[in-house]
């Protein structure tokens, strides 16, 4: 939809998360989509600014993470602590929640960047939740029914957090003009009657 607006084709392509931030890094590509905002990607990446802070109405979206476990285990979360003590979650790397839970004083499993090889790790018992972005995580469940037998969500958001479409700062430099469309182009797309009836159909 944002092509359309903008009258230029978006090339995309569907890399691991880790490498798709190293190589925006490297410059090797000129965007990356669905990020959420840390101080450190800053330094190499530009975000949507306003004078002083982050511009969040040029957000792709506002997400969540949730955490997900195994039916009948004893994994609690009421937005400050998290029990058991010596519980073990599973994160994709490189991903921003793993700081999140780390702050928390968890151990963190952050060895994969594949939601599925993190599900299965928890359904062997060798996490003892896993962290997910709620709209993935629940679209898993939703599609899979032995999954649903075996895993829940707990209601509670673990984080709830804006994501952007950032850019390297190369590219930056040299085509301000055409970010700056883009992201006036995704806030007037998001806030379209299409796109809320393509994201009705999607979830």
Known sequence: MVE???S???LID???WKRCLQELKAGH???AVNAS???DRAEFAVYPMTVDKIDISKRMLIDSYSLYHLKGSKVEWDGKVFKPDDAIVGAQTGFSVVDQLKSLNLKVDDSSGSTEINLKKLLLGRVTAVALPTLQG???LDKD???QKKIEKIALPLIEKPYYLIFSKPFFAQEGTLVKKIWDSIESTRES???KKQMDLFK
Do not use: S, V, W
Request: charged share 35%; proline share 4%.
């Open 4 to 6: 359309k607006r903008i």
């Open 8 to 10: 230029q084709k978006i």
């Open 14 to 16: 569907a890399i691991p």
């Open 29 to 31: 590509y000129d965007g």
């Open 37 to 39: 905002f840390k101080t």
């Open 138 to 140: 629940d679209n898993l």
């Open 145 to 147: 029914t032995e999954l």
């Open 193 to 195: 009657a299409e796109y």
